[in-house]
């Protein structure tokens, strides 16, 4: 059974930093993509950020591209969200998402598994 538990969320103010983590269990992640994305109250889910360990190569949106890091640490079977510079429409809940069938790194419906989410609450 493929569990993923995120944690880290919370409130802060515009320029301040948080780090999100991302448990998963029942499922390696590692030399596989992974992916954050969030959902702001009244808009559409969002891809923020992905990572492929088996190249390291990571991808990110436009509105975050040298704000937030993604990582993980293999042995903890964690993925991580470093946001720094946050603004107030960074404002979401955030998840982790795993096991990418193919398609677009970004789209949180080409992963099988997601957990319940953490909330960010960026105040200006």
């Known amino acids: 059974q493929v569990q993923l538990v995120e944690s880290g969320g919370g409130s802060v103010q515009a320029g301040g930093s948080l780090t999100l983590s991302c448990v998963v269990s029942?499922?390696?992640?590692?030399?596989?993509?992974t992916l954050w994305f969030r959902q702001a109250p009244g808009k559409e889910r969002e891809g923020v950020a992905s990572?492929?360990?088996?190249?390291?190569?990571?991808y990110y949106a436009d509105s975050v591209k040298g704000r937030f890091t993604i990582s993980q640490d293999n042995a903890k079977n964690t993925v991580y969200l470093q946001m720094n510079s946050l603004k107030s429409e960074d404002t979401a809940m955030y998840y982790c998402?795993?096991?990418?069938?193919?398609?677009?790194?970004?789209?949180?419906?080409?992963?099988?598994?997601w957990g319940q989410g953490t909330q960010v609450t960026v105040s200006s």
């Open positions: 029942g499922y390696t992640i590692s030399s596989k993509r």
């Open positions: 990572l492929y360990t088996g190249n390291g190569i990571s």
């Open positions: 998402a795993v096991d990418f069938r193919g398609g677009l790194w970004f789209r949180w419906q080409d992963y099988n598994y």
